[in-house]
């Protein structure tokens, strides 16, 4: 039972590393990517549609991330270069997406009487590793998407903390100013780390329809988005953190989804369990007693002439 559980509290954790990862990069740049929910559910949408039609689950990753960059592009541009509000451009974007999808949804298939359904992504077992006792089936026996984010993990701190490029991200966070005066170009900087959140939410939204529930509905995200970008300031804009935080949200839903298919906690009812991720978010928001917000975080730039 145990192994069980810590084996689905990592599955339930990858879409969650993708995009709290992707919001720590884009976040340290100083872009407030509040659209993430939207991001999520475009690319649980494009994923599913892309796998659908043709059969192939990596042609539907991709359409995942096309749907995923799309949005992303678009939250970019009238964010970065229009100068308009993050916050109320990222919540018209989620509710814009929501739209799209059930629109697009239903021009393509219809109102079906059965949902429509994918095969999901398979498990795939590591060769030796897999048999380790414990660790083993919980680490290497999840399917492709989990091994790509431990390999995202250490790439994305080292690019953030050890390189020429992650100091360029994390200054423009700073001290804009600082990167332009540098000839740097800041809305460039900031653009292209919005569309690798774009491209990281598509795979993260890809998870829930084609890595693991194998269909799509348009409430499938259920503000997983949104806990994503939580765990971004929990994490403190830090990938390790990230990692932390995603950990304990995964068991959280892990647990969750266990008690809801063993009938519930007896006097508990089954809504306790299923709020208890968002019940979790509110407490350690709440507790958290300081934060490393970078400078310009939300703040648009204007180049002075």
């Known amino acids: 039972m145990i192994v069980s559980l810590l084996k689905r509290a990592l599955m339930m954790s990858t879409p969650l590393l993708f995009g709290s990862i992707a ?74 997406a929501a739209g799209i999808c059930t629109y697009l949804q239903r021009v393509f298939f ?89 491209m990281m939410g598509g795979v993260a939204g890809a998870f829930y329809s084609v890595g693991y529930l194998g269909m799509f509905t348009t409430n499938m995200i259920g503000g997983r988005g949104w806990i994503a970008f939580a765990i971004c300031f929990l994490g403190n804009w830090n990938p390790k953190g990230a990692v932390i935080g995603t950990v304990v949200f995964g068991l959280a839903e892990a647990l969750a989804i266990y008690m809801q298919s063993m009938g519930g906690g007896g006097n508990f009812p089954n809504e306790l369990f299923i709020a208890l991720p968002y019940i979790l978010t509110i407490v350690l928001t709440v507790s958290r007693k300081s934060f490393n917000v970078p400078a310009k975080l939300g703040v648009t730039y204007s180049k002075e002439n």
């Not at 976040?27 to 475009?42: K, W």
Request: with cysteine.
């Open 23 to 96: 919001e720590v990069i884009a976040e340290r740049s100083g872009m407030m990517v509040t659209a993430i929910e939207g991001i999520f559910l475009m690319g649980a949408w494009g994923g599913f549609v892309g796998t659908y039609i043709t059969g192939n689950a990596f042609i539907g990753i991709l359409c995942a991330i096309l749907a995923g960059v799309t949005a992303a592009a678009v939250y970019g541009v009238v964010c970065i270069y229009l100068k308009q509000h993050q916050v109320v451009t990222g919540t018209a974007i989620n509710v814009l």
């Open 110 to 198: 219809g109102v079906p009487t059965a949902p429509l359904k994918i095969s999901p992504l398979p498990e795939i077992a590591v060769p030796v590793l897999s048999r380790i006792p414990v660790l083993g089936p919980v680490l290497f026996q999840q399917n492709i998407l989990t091994y790509v984010v431990y390999l995202i993990i250490p790439v994305s701190y080292f690019m953030l903390f050890k390189t020429s490029i992650g100091l360029t991200i994390r200054s423009t966070g700073e001290n804009p100013e600082a990167v332009d005066v540098a000839g740097i170009n800041v809305n460039t900087v900031r653009f292209l780390t919005v569309l690798l959140a774009g």
